[in-house]
């Protein structure tokens, strides 16, 4: 399967040459090959330039510069906290608009008197603005008439447009990070773009000013009566409150009322009631709980604590229990129960344990009376606080709706000391004409113009240029999809490359003259007649310059033909190229020349039966020749012309106008005797064939062909067109020689060579190719 590849200069590289994104090497070639497009473009955007630096009226721009600073009013008001960086933005870019608005450009028109200034309603106007200004006129032209204004309205149009006008020519502009804005304005008349610039800063300033005092003014005359109505409100507030105390019997001391007072100090006691009784009980039910033990484990277990109880009877009993006790044990071990001592000591120990029981019941008597008299004394406060509760219950239904009172008169009151404070520092605050701005730099006249600045319009038009004169260059570059180079024979068509045919002057006469001919039409004939000794020159360029380019190309042909076809007596070779007028004649006949020149017996046959060229090179026209030869009418031999100087014989072709089927002609057995004849009779057997994209005759005629020679046009025959042709035609594509580059124009060739190339060295190759030029190119 043929793949198809776009064949042009480009700079980028191709993928098996080198992994580089970019040949800098290609590069190069493109801006050397481009080179006069790209200084056409320079030259062009450069003209520009100077003509509109020309035509350009000169600019003047004043500037001054603000600064914001909210510490000026320091001394007229308290400062607020640090604004965060996003508010002093905000408040930067409020300041900007303002500068910028409709409402301040009005302001500056009626304070620096610009109403009727001739310089703002009609500047000097550069060829754009002019151009604008004519396209403006006509498009108005067609608008409906608008009716005509009043005096007022008309000078109000005028201070409209005056307005607008400054809007348009001022620039406004915070200076990097800082709080300082930049205002600067541009005019072809330096003083009033002075008187402008001081304008606006004046008007701001003053515009801060009105605005700081008419705010206050506003927030004072808005206080004030907000101060009355608070006032009025509060009062009668504090009213309704003592009102309602009185209708409701609300007495109160120290800000409570009395029942709340009563019902506080009940609860305090019994809560210090309730606390007696717990402590009472705890104490009773323990001794209760001793005594119920009887005598002997009441003594045992009689383990109070001092604190408890300070009854020193009872502990001195204790005390006396645990030594009678302690002795009785002594005696007890060492002389037995029965010992009097320890009887004795066991009845004073039985005695005291009676003793303390008693003891215990009268302290548990006594316990339990107080039980009883702080248990009744918390019953008894409950049933007052009882009494209490029921009788100010009515009170706290009516102290809601007091305390509704209180906080109503209380936020009034809050509210309106709040106000007063307010007003009383919008007042002061009425008193200090003080700005949050002020001039830091103060707008000069400027001496010299702004704009257009030449240096910069110059560079700019120079870098425009260079990249419209590479984008034209490069869109031509991308575009160059043709034969130019040996790289791009092998690359399209993987096909051997014979060398190139210069231009020769001739050849383009024949461009230019043959899109006017008619194949065999009389003034044809009467041209040729004319220019019959060029014609014929142009046929033996290769012969009578023998050491040129030219020869040297046809002779890199003819070693090619001895290399494919060795071995063989007889040669038939054709001549095809894709596309007409691409010099094949001429090739062919060179190439003939140049064998019968050698010695070698050489026919040149004219096969281009529907466009000959070939004959029309003839110094004479024919009587007979091909088409005669192939129908049998003649001998074909009789029809053969003889070179006198290179003993080529010429087989021409005469037109015939009924000949509808050439290709069947080329095909038919008369043609094949002829060319089994020629082929006996001659060694070399040169064909003329017709062009292969238009017709079939060549394709037709191509079994009888050993060899081909593929002549392309530099730079005019596509490649995609010749490499489609030869993949639709095998039986020619496998048997081409190789391709020949004609018409080419050897002072550019080197433009489109590769670093390395061949082509880049062609100078060096002068001196084997200048003895002896071509006369039809010196002539020419």
């Known amino acids: 399967m043929h793949q198809k590849n776009f064949t042009f200069h480009s700079a980028l590289p191709k993928a098996d040459e080198q992994d580089g994104f970019i040949d800098l090497d290609r590069l190069w070639a493109v801006v050397t090959r481009r080179i006069r497009t790209i200084l056409a473009g320079v030259a062009i955007f450069a003209a520009l330039a100077v003509a509109y630096l020309l035509t350009a009226p000169s600019s003047y721009t004043s500037a001054t510069q603000i600064l914001l600073d909210e510490t000026m009013t320091k001394y007229a008001e308290d400062q607020p906290p640090p604004a965060s960086s996003q508010q002093a933005d905000m408040e930067i870019a409020s300041a900007v608009e303002i500068l910028k608005s409709n409402e301040m ?25 002019l151009i604008k200004s004519g396209v403006k006129l006509i498009a108005s032209a067609f608008k409906p008439a608008k009716p005509p204004l009043t005096p007022d309205q008309a000078r109000e149009a005028q201070r409209q447009q005056i307005a607008a006008a400054l809007q348009d020519d001022l620039k406004v502009e915070r200076v990097t990070r800082s709080s300082v804005v930049s205002i600067s304005f541009d005019s072809t008349d330096p003083q009033l773009a002075a008187k402008v610039t001081r304008a606006y800063a004046d008007s701001y300033l003053t515009d801060q000013l009105n605005a700081n005092f008419d705010a206050t003014e506003r927030a004072s005359v808005w206080l004030q009566e907000r101060l009355n109505d608070l006032r009025q409100r509060s009062q009668q507030a504090s009213l309704d409150v003592e009102k309602y105390k009185a209708d409701n019997g ?129 019953v008894s406060l409950r049933q007052s606080i009882e009494g209490v509760v029921g009788k100010n219950s009515e009170a706290n239904r009516s102290l809601v709706q007091l305390n509704e009172l ?96 210069p231009l020769l002057g001739q050849q383009s006469f024949n461009k230019k003259k043959g899109q006017k ?69 001429t090739t062919a006949a060179n190439f003939a020349a140049l064998l019968a020149s050698s010695g070698k017996r050489t026919l040149l046959i004219d096969a281009d039966l529907r466009n000959p060229g070939l004959s029309r090179m003839l110094k004479s026209p024919p009587q007979t020749g091909l088409i005669e030869a192939a129908l049998g009418e003649v001998p074909w031999a009789s029809a053969v012309r003889v070179d006198p100087r290179t003993k080529l014989a010429i087989l021409p072709v005469v037109l015939r106008d009924h000949l509808l089927h ?74 081409i020689l190789g391709v020949i580059l004609n018409k080419t124009d050897m002072s550019e060739l080197s433009r489109y060579s590769d670093f390395g190339g061949t082509e880049r060295y062609r100078q060096k190759y002068t001196s084997y190719y200048t003895e002896d030029r071509p006369k039809a190119e010196i002539e020419a």
């Open 662 to 735: 050439t290709s069947e002609l080329l095909s038919s057995q008369g043609m094949m005797n002829l060319m089994e004849s020629a082929r006996k009779m001659f060694d070399y057997v040169v064909v003329d064939l017709a062009p292969l994209a238009p017709v079939i005759d060549a394709k037709a005629f191509a079994p009888q062909v050993d060899a081909f020679l593929l002549v392309a046009e530099w730079g005019a025959t596509p490649t995609n067109l010749v490499r489609d042709i030869l993949e639709q035609e095998p039986q020619i594509n496998s048997r």
């Open 406 to 501: 209180n906080q109503k008169a209380t936020a009034l009151k809050t509210l309106y000391e709040s106000y007063l404070s307010r007003y009383e520092e919008a007042s002061q605050q009425r008193s200090f004409p003080i700005a949050k701005a002020r001039v830091i730099s103060t707008a000069g006249v400027p001496t010299a113009p702004s704009s257009p600045k030449k240096t910069l319009v110059l560079a700019l038009s120079l870098v425009l240029g260079l990249m419209a004169g590479g984008a034209f260059a490069a869109l031509q570059e991308f575009r160059d999809r043709y034969f130019r180079v040996e790289a791009d024979v092998r690359a399209a068509l993987g096909l051997k490359f014979l060398g190139y045919l």
């Open 105 to 129: 450009a009005l302001r500056v028109v009626d304070a620096a008197g610009l109403v009727n200034n001739d310089e703002i309603l009609n500047p000097p106007q550069s060829p754009v603005a």
């Open 517 to 585: 001919r008619k194949a065999g039409a009389a003034p044809a004939m009467a041209e040729d007649a004319e220019h019959g000794v060029a014609f014929e020159r142009i046929m033996r360029v290769s012969v009578e310059a023998p050491r040129s380019i030219f020869a040297e190309t046809l002779r890199n042909a003819k070693l090619a033909s001895d290399v494919m076809l060795q071995g063989r007596a007889d040669r038939v070779i054709g001549v095809v190229s894709a596309l007409p007028g691409e010099g094949k004649s």
């Open 250 to 378: 609300l007495t109160s001391t120290g800000g409570e009322l009395m029942s709340e007072q009563q019902i506080s100090d009940l609860n305090k006691q019994l809560i210090i009631a309730q606390a007696d009784t717990a402590s009472a009980s705890a104490r009773y039910y323990q001794y209760k709980s001793i005594i119920d033990q009887g005598p002997d484990n009441a003594v045992k277990n009689a383990t109070i604590s001092s604190s408890q109880t300070d009854n020193t009877v009872l502990q001195d009993l204790k005390t006396r229990y645990l030594a009678v006790q302690k002795r009785e044990q002594d005696v007890t071990q060492n002389f037995g129960a029965d010992h009097p001592q320890a009887v004795a000591l066991k009845a004073e120990r039985e005695d005291i344990t009676r003793q303390i029981y008693q003891e215990l019941q009268q302290l548990t008597a006594s316990y339990k009376n107080e039980f009883d008299v702080a248990q009744s004394r918390a």
